[in-house]
């Protein structure tokens, strides 16, 4: 099925939660202006990394920036993913939240892996559960970050139907290469579309890279950010997972019994 997607690489400004939303509210707009079905912000983009003061920003779902997305995407008809701060039985945790063109929580995922090098764990609560979600345009896995440095989340997203995996970041330039290679081996190596949208500009003196990507099941990028702001569209199609696994059969040839 084919999906036009955008994807907003920003610059987050630490803690300026009001700044931070009228440009996601704006290249919202832009997207469903471009004709996208959907479009994807990166990790943490309302506050970045302020998680010291995550009992300011946070919410519970349904309330704050979630009842505002959730506003957003039904306003513009177009669906809408990225990560922030909620509020859950005392804890904050990194949600990831994917709203429907009908302004509906279609599926929440927070990050199961904590990104020490960041003090995650020092402020956030681990999630507990994969998220993988029936969307409008097919089945679809949601990841955050540092997720990507762990092929098994992505693995058993392909082996349960997923051919898209979002996946928020905010990822620092200096491991660049990294971000690359990562972003193409999930894609291939569990042939499948992945969609990185990473931020810009620089926050507690780390510079974050930019480069945000989809890749095609084959591991080519569709299209790829550089490392400005840049708000980006294309039109990919879901059926090539299908093809790209006939023309290598590697879930067929897979060896469960042995490994």
């Known amino acids: 099925m084919p999906l036009n997607i955008s994807l907003g690489q920003i610059d987050v400004r630490l803690g300026a939660v009001e700044a931070n939303f009228a440009q996601v509210a704006a290249w919202t ?14 990790e943490l983009w309302s506050t970045g990394y302020d998680l010291e003061r995550w009992r300011e920003h946070a919410a519970p779902l349904g309330a704050g920036l979630f009842a505002r997305l959730a506003a957003l995407a039904r306003d513009h008809h177009i669906a809408l993913a990225g990560s922030v701060l909620e509020a859950r039985e005392g804890r904050a945790y990194n949600a990831l939240a994917l709203f429907s063109a009908e302004g509906a929580l279609a599926a929440v995922y927070r990050k199961t892996h ?36 762990f092929p098994e989340l992505f693995r058993r997203y392909a082996l349960e139907g997923a051919r898209l995996v979002l996946l928020p970041a905010e990822w620092p330039a200096r491991r660049a290469a990294h971000w690359h290679t990562l972003l193409r081996a999930r894609a291939i190596e569990n042939q499948m579309f992945v969609a990185g949208v990473n931020r810009v500009g620089e926050s507690k003196g780390e510079v974050f890279g930019g480069g945000s990507a989809l890749i095609d099941p084959w591991g080519e990028a569709v299209v790829e950010a550089g490392s400005a702001p840049a708000l980006l569209t294309t039109e990919i199609d879901l059926a090539r997972v299908d093809e790209v696994r006939r023309r290598i059969p590697v879930f067929e040839d897979r060896r469960p019994d042995v490994y």
């Open 114 to 149: 904590l990104f020490r090098l960041m003090d995650e764990e020092q402020w956030l609560a681990p999630g507990e559960a994969r998220a993988l979600v029936e969307a409008a345009w097919g089945r679809t896995g949601l990841a955050i970050c540092y997720d990507l440095r």
């Open 29 to 42: 707009a832009e997207a469903a202006r471009r004709g996208s079905a959907l479009v994807v912000f990166p």
